[in-house]
């Protein structure tokens, strides 16, 4: 039996069911994770999902509503955690799924730990929604509108809007069938990647001011503080995104934008072509992509930045 059989068993034994995501959610995180409770709905199942804050740009999926900040369950029958690469970016939801009697991982990251009971992890996926359509496919599971446009988020935003390398035939394959079925591409990827909002503008607009070069200018640094967050009156998700300004000027081959969190700072890299950032992060006890990774670290940004510096010294 295949890994695929052995969920698709414990989806139909489970009378309790959670889908839970990683902290801090992006298109990805919350598309997948809403595609999955359509879709568990249409086997007959009555899953939570539960994810306490996520970026108000994405509330127009549908059933968003319904989404849950937490649940009185003590216990589930199964925990799925999607798009999350360890049990600690689970972060304040662990515990569902620590405690579940079955705990399962959906996953498209190469640093992912293994950490459910059964995992499915496809390193090579674009997104995570990606590597759900296929779970999907392979259980008969139709995909609706309302499926196909929580989908088409995880793909849009992980990809950078079709962009990145790891895009396939198979990504636009399903975006033609999609159009095919009446969905306005071009107005979810307005809504999903295109629109900014002011906050974002001028979180991006400071952090841009302060952008500084180093190793002959192949890496790009900069930062944003809680004080300026403050300022600017920033919600969930309006830093995402910062990291790109860096990783887009000519010769940069590494972006690193750094801000700080209630705890230390939270870090984000992306690199062009040959550095591997997932490398990097995962010596720094964080993870990722070979192109976009990340990790959280517990002092302050200007210790975190020579730290980073010097990791990147020796792969530049
Ligand atoms: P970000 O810069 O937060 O957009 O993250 C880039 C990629 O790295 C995403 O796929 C994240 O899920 C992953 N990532 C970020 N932080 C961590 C971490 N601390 N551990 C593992 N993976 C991470
Ligand atoms: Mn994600
Ligand atoms: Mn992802």
Redesign the pocket.
Known sequence: MSTLDNILEEIKKAETIVILTHENP?G??IG?ALALYHSLQQMGKNPDVIIPEYPRIFAFLPKTDEIKKESAVEKYDLAISV?CATIKMLNGFANYFENAKVRVSI???STNTMFGDLNYVSPDAP???QVLLGILEYFNVEVTKDIGTCILT?II??TGGFKYSGVTSETFQFVAGLMEKGINVSKVYRKVLQTKTRANFELTRLAADRLEFFEDGKVAFTYITKEDEEKVNAGSGDHEGIVETGRDIEGVEVSIFIRETEKGCKVSMRSNEYVNVSDVCLLLGGGG?IHAAGVSMQCSIEQAKEKILRQIKAVI
């Open positions: 992006d990805d995180a997948t798009d996953d498209h990251h997104a995570c929604a995880g935003t992980d992509h």
